[in-house]
């Protein structure tokens, strides 16, 4: 093919067996790979709309049975939509369906990772080409195809390439409708089973925030239970996302009151896990259970979102500290202000105290370190504690791992009650 003008392509497509077409596929690429529109168009005799046409009916029908040469076939289209001046080759691909054929072979599960990852890849090279083409993979039912690609797939270029798919159409949407739907969409994938979903999810949801500009309320159940998760990449930044809800964006969204507070409830609420504890533990006994070893293996979550919880609470009250320099109580404000209505201090010690989780103690010793900035707050954490382990805490920055039994005693039964 390299050799011959070019006129007798289409001949050669039609009668060659499947191992020669992608022969042919492959040479076409690599002799056409960075050319222009014209050039690729004059290479072929003027004959390239029709291999256009051909390859399009190809993915068309790719719903009958997966070709062998379906990798080759879309990375052949790409050479085509990604040419600089080939503007006539998008609007063709685009008449004949293109753009739904390619969301097609990405939903279907028979079709190979690496044929998903090269469709997403054209489906970006199309949306880049304008609003008119985000539009029609919007409406196209792409945002739900896309997300659902992103969560079941097991590819992390894959899983890469719908996200960032998934974010062009939402950051320069056709409309405001297209980036609320990728916004909830970005929002159930926090409830995904898979890991780097998640973490692609919430990622994202921290680049598309400030653009969408408001807050939903379904935004609050899948954070919180996303707390649990043993991933450290995730948990971090889930809790800088929270913390920019509160500090970094709170001047540039719409973000209401009675969700702040669900939000700052639900923190609180995963500190206390004594009574879930006790709980899994009747229904142990009641079971029968080897009793150890089915605590141990429940109760960890719990002691994941406890330790996430006191975290991001710490991450939280560090941010106001620093946005504010101040340390008069009257400046207490936000989130750490919420949090003090929410008897936070009463918890964190509690969760300071026990003797289940290394981490929640680290943590909730560093939250409890970040509150004593405030002079009122203080003196009432030196209250619960007593004077002897209020300057071991003060002295000892590494006093989450030297709590003596006295000290978890001390620490379980405060009284520590804001009023």
Not at 353 to 371: P, V
Request: net charge neutral.
């Amino acid at each position: 093919m390299g050799a011959s003008p070019g006129k007798d392509i289409l001949t050669l497509w039609d009668q060659s067996s499947k191992k020669d077409r992608r022969n042919l596929l492959n040479q076409f690429i690599q002799l056409h790979q960075g050319q222009t529109g014209p050039e690729i168009d004059k290479s072929l005799d003027h004959m390239a709309p029709l291999l256009l046409a051909r390859l399009t009916a190809g993915l068309r029908l790719t719903y009958l049975s997966i070709a062998d040469t379906l990798f080759e076939q879309i990375a052949s289209v790409e050479i085509f939509l990604k040419s600089a001046g080939g503007l006539s080759f998008v609007e063709q691909f685009v008449d004949v369906g293109g753009p739904l054929a390619l969301l097609d072979i990405i939903a279907l599960k028979q079709t190979s990772e690496i044929s998903k990852w090269k469709a997403l890849e054209v489906l970006n090279i199309l949306s880049d080409r304008g609003i008119r083409y985000k539009m029609i993979i919007c409406k196209s039912n792409g945002i739900k195809i896309i997300t659902e690609c992103l969560a079941k797939s097991e590819s992390e270029e894959t899983r890469h390439s719908a996200r960032d798919l998934l974010l062009d159409l939402g950051l320069y949407p056709a409309s405001k409708n297209w980036a609320r739907q990728i916004y909830v969409a970005f929002i159930a994938l926090l409830n995904s089973k898979n890991p780097r979903a998640n973490h692609l999810a919430i990622s994202s949801l921290k680049t598309l925030q400030p653009v969408i500009g408001y807050v939903l309320p379904g935004l609050v159940d899948p954070l919180i239970n996303l707390l649990n998760t043993p991933h450290l990449e995730i948990l971090l930044e889930l809790c800088v996302f929270v913390r920019s809800l509160f500090t970094d964006w709170k001047d540039k969204i719409d973000f209401p009151v009675e969700i702040q507070n669900r939000l700052i409830k639900s923190l609180v609420s995963n500190l206390d896990i004594s009574q879930k504890m006790n709980d899994q533990i009747l229904i142990s006994k009641n079971l029968e259970c080897e009793i150890k070893e089915d605590i141990a293996t429940t109760s960890m979550p719990m002691l994941l979102g406890q330790s996430g919880a006191a975290r991001c609470i710490a991450m939280l009250v560090e941010a106001e500290i620093n946005g504010n320099n101040n340390s008069d109580e009257g400046k207490l404000q936000g989130a750490s202000k919420m949090l003090l209505e929410c008897d936070v201090i009463h918890h964190l010690l509690i969760t300071a105290g026990q003797q289940n989780y290394s981490e929640s103690r680290r943590m909730s010793f560093r939250a409890l370190q970040a509150f004593s900035h405030f002079s009122s707050v203080s003196r009432l954490i030196k209250s619960a504690m007593g004077s002897k382990l209020y300057v071991k805490f003060q002295e000892n920055s590494n006093i989450w791992c030297d709590v003596s039994e006295i000290d978890a005693d001390i620490l379980l039964h405060n009284q520590a009650k804001i009023n």
